[in-house]
């Protein structure tokens, strides 16, 4: 599968925990974006990286948050002490430019 | 500020039954257009784009968008919707490489 990959699909875990999420991007493409979806609302940026560098951050992205994109291929996304209300499907999509591709999105769910 | 809104968060059609979802933005000037759509269990799909020419564009599966700049709209329609239609649909806008704003999205159920 030559697609955006995300790991893990699924995350269950205790509020004040951390939790990391990795995405993969399409290997030629150099924008790679995370958004988060919850219940009933469309994707909302988070955050998006052009090669490694990270060029802009949603103000949904608190100081609790952190992205990284070293080398400029795969990406995490980090999560410290978790909160009930950061559950929510966290998505990763790519593109040269134009269209996003999305993966298959990491579900969070904080207890 | 920039947004995206979709009429209708809920639609329920029966097959054959003709389909329009409305998406409406708030940029002034060039945008670029999507529809993108959700089927359960899968990850967001392209379904069509615009970024400038003919107004209305083709995608896959038998839709097809409408842009009417005047309007500010981007609806999307198709004429005759199969029970596998049956997913949640968004609207996105960004303008130039600026990042992608989602409506809150249309969950259309067919019922066979």
């Known amino acids: 599968d030559t697609g955006v990959s995300q790991d893990p699909r699924h995350k269950i875990t205790k509020r004040g925990q951390n939790v990391t999420f990795r995405c993969d991007p399409i290997?030629?493409?150099?924008?790679l974006y995370w958004y988060r979806q919850t219940l009933g609302q469309g994707p909302e940026f988070l955050t998006y990286f052009q090669n490694e560098a990270q060029l802009e951050k949603s103000r949904l992205l608190s100081d609790r948050f952190s992205a990284e994109r070293p080398k400029g291929s795969f990406s995490t996304l980090e999560i410290q002490r978790t909160e009930q209300g950061d559950s929510a499907m966290y998505l990763c999509a790519s593109t040269l430019g134009g269209e996003l591709f999305f993966g298959e999105g990491s579900r969070l769910t904080v207890l | 500020a920039q947004s995206v809104s979709q009429h209708n968060h809920h639609v329920i059609l029966s097959e054959a039954a003709s389909l329009e979802l409305g998406c409406n933005y708030s940029y002034g000037g060039t945008v670029n257009l999507f529809w993108y759509v959700q089927y359960p269990g899968q990850h967001l799909q392209l379904l069509l784009k615009?970024?400038?020419?003919?107004?209305l564009v083709k995608g896959i599966k038998g839709f097809e968008a409408e842009f009417i700049k005047s309007k500010f709209s981007f609806n999307l329609r198709k004429p005759s919707v199969q029970w596998s239609d049956t997913a949640e649909y968004f609207c996105?806008?960004?303008?130039?490489?600026?990042?992608?704003?989602f409506g809150k999205g249309t969950m259309l159920l067919v019922s066979p």
């Open positions: 996105a806008v960004n303008q130039g490489y600026s990042t992608l704003t």
């Open positions: 290997s030629e493409h150099n924008r």
């Open positions: 615009y970024f400038s020419g003919d107004p």
